[in-house]
C-alpha cells in the first residue's frame, strides 16, 4: 500500500465508519451525509492509497486484507485528530443518555467524567430505555447510555460494547393505601397473587419488561398488561394511581406523590447495569466516562452481588465479561 503525502481526516472518517456498519447507508446516517457523498469520499480514499479497501457486492460490504492493515492506524489517527480539536476547544460534546433525570449510577458516573475530563464537554440526554438508546448509538445520535445490555436484541449488541458498571438493588413502589405499603421492606413471595407493572409494551423499555418476566417466573407474580404510554413524572403516577398496580422499579427510583418505595429482599433482585456505546466509536471524553465509571463501581462496591441477591444467568453471563 503506497504511502501519500497527506490524507484527508474526513476520508479516513468516512473509511472507519463504514467498516464499523460495513454497510454504506447505516455509515452514512451516522455521519449526517448523503450515501453517494460517502461512496465518493471511500473510493477518493482508495485512488490515493492505491488500494482497494472493501469488496462490495450487492448483498454485503466487506473489508479486504488491505482494509484490514489499515483500520487500525485510521482509528488511531482520528483519536489523534479529536485530541488536537480538543486541545483548541473544538472537540464536539459528548452525548450521553441517563435513561431518565431521576435516577442515580447514570448521572453520578457522568459528573465523575466531567470532573476527570474538564477540557471536554459532556451532554446529557434521556431516551428512557436502553433499547431505544442503543438504536440512536448505532445510528451516531448518542455516544452512550446505560442499562440491561443483556435484555437487548443480537442484532444491536453486534454493534455495540459494554462495561459493566453496577447490580443495581430493585424496589417496588406501591399506592400509600396498599397491603404492603407498611413494611419497610417487602419480601418478593409476598407479591404473590399481584399485577406489577414493569413496562410492558412500551417500545424504548422491553429489557426491563424482560427482566421482570425472568425475576417474576414461577412466584405467581404477574406483569402488568400495557397502558397508555406516559411522558412525565404527573402523567406517570396519574396511570399508575388509576391502575392500582405496583411498579418494578430500582432502590434510586425518585419518589412519587402518594407512592411509596420499598426495597425487594429474600432474594434481593439486582438489576444489571452496563455502560454501552457505539462499537469502535472515536471520542476523546469516552476514556473518561469509562473510567469514572470504573473509579465509581470500585469505591462504592457496585459489582459486589449481595449473598442472596438474584441475577439471571443471561446477566451474569454479560456482567462477568471484561
Do not use: C
Request: hydrophobic share 45%; charged share 25%; aromatic share 6%.
Amino acid at each position: 500500500m503506497p504511502a501519500p503525502a497527506h490524507l484527508d481526516p474526513r476520508l479516513l472518517r468516512a473509511f472507519v465508519t463504514v467498516a464499523e456498519e460495513l454497510h454504506f447507508t447505516r455509515a452514512a446516517m451516522r455521519l449526517y451525509v448523503a450515501q453517494q457523498a460517502l461512496s465518493r469520499d471511500v473510493r477518493r480514499l482508495e485512488r490515493e492509497l492505491g488500494s482497494e479497501l472493501f469488496v462490495r457486492t450487492t448483498r454485503q460490504v466487506a473489508l479486504t486484507p488491505d482494509g484490514e492493515r489499515l483500520l487500525p492506524y485510521a482509528r488511531r489517527a482520528l483519536v489523534a485528530q479529536d485530541d488536537l480539536l480538543a486541545a483548541a476547544g473544538q472537540a464536539r460534546p459528548l452525548l450521553v443518555d441517563l435513561n431518565s433525570p431521576g435516577l442515580a449510577t447514570g448521572r453520578r458516573v457522568l459528573h465523575r467524567a466531567r470532573e476527570l475530563t474538564p477540557g471536554h464537554e459532556l451532554m446529557a440526554r434521556y431516551e428512557s430505555g436502553l433499547t431505544w438508546a442503543a438504536g440512536e448509538l448505532t445510528a451516531g445520535r448518542l455516544d452512550a447510555s446505560f442499562g440491561r445490555f443483556a435484555g437487548l436484541p443480537e442484532a444491536l449488541k453486534a454493534g455495540l460494547d459494554q462495561q459493566p458498571v453496577r447490580y443495581e438493588p430493585m424496589a417496588v413502589i406501591l399506592p400509600e393505601g396498599h397491603r404492603l405499603a407498611a413494611l419497610d421492606r417487602v419480601p418478593l413471595d409476598a407479591l404473590a397473587g399481584e399485577t406489577v407493572y414493569a413496562g410492558a409494551g412500551n417500545p424504548r423499555t422491553p429489557e426491563w419488561t424482560d427482566l421482570a418476566r425472568l425475576l417474576f417466573e414461577g412466584r405467581g407474580i404477574d406483569v402488568a398488561p400495557p397502558v397508555p404510554l406516559a411522558v412525565g413524572e404527573e402523567e406517570f403516577q396519574r396511570i399508575m394511581a388509576r391502575t392500582g398496580h405496583p411498579v418494578l422499579a430500582v432502590v434510586d427510583f425518585p419518589p412519587l406523590p402518594s407512592m411509596v418505595l420499598r426495597p425487594l429482599v429474600d432474594p434481593v433482585p439486582l438489576s444489571p447495569v452496563s455502560l454501552v456505546w457505539r462499537k469502535g466509536m472515536i471520542h476523546p471524553a469516552l476514556e473518561g466516562l469509562r473510567g469514572a465509571a470504573a473509579e465509581i463501581a470500585a469505591e462504592e462496591g457496585w459489582l459486589r452481588r449481595p449473598a442472596k441477591g438474584w441475577v439471571s444467568d443471561r446477566d451474569l453471563d454479560v456482567m462477568s465479561s471484561p
